[in-house]
């Protein structure tokens, strides 16, 4: 599966901005799917992730509360709602989808549990 983020870009602290993954399988409806972030000097973390049907999500405790994940196995997007951006939450952020043919739970927080990776898109929030 291919997968093209986008929506970053520059927001002041206290805003909102909406992160859109755009997927190009047919079996899009067999991934969970996750959300994960890179600052610059720092690991990639884990930020949300969504199972096949998007009856399940589970966020980092960082954004819990904030930022809302959904998916739309229609049009093969997943969504990031971002709301009370924070200095901290300035990061290239990725999309990724880890493959489960039969299980229904959300994805992993560990990004190796994924095998496909977005582009990443920036997202600064100043303050």
């Known amino acids: 599966v291919q997968l093209q983020a986008s929506g970053g870009g520059l927001v002041q602290a206290g805003g909102s901005r909406r992160l859109t993954c755009a997927a190009s399988?047919?079996?899009?409806?067999?991934?969970?799917m996750g959300w994960f972030r890179q600052a610059p000097g720092k690991e990639r973390e884990f930020v949300a992730t969504i199972s096949r049907s998007g009856g399940s999500t589970y966020y980092a405790d960082s954004v819990k509360g904030r930022f809302t994940i959904s998916r739309d196995n229609v049009k093969n997007t997943v969504d990031l709602q971002m709301n009370s951006l924070k200095p901290e939450d300035t990061a290239v952020y990725y999309c990724a989808a880890d493959w489960q043919p039969v299980s229904g739970s959300t994805g992993s927080t560990a990004p190796q549990s994924y095998g496909f990776w977005g582009q990443g898109t920036q997202v600064t929030v100043s303050s």
């Open positions: 399988a047919r079996t899009f409806s067999r991934y969970a």
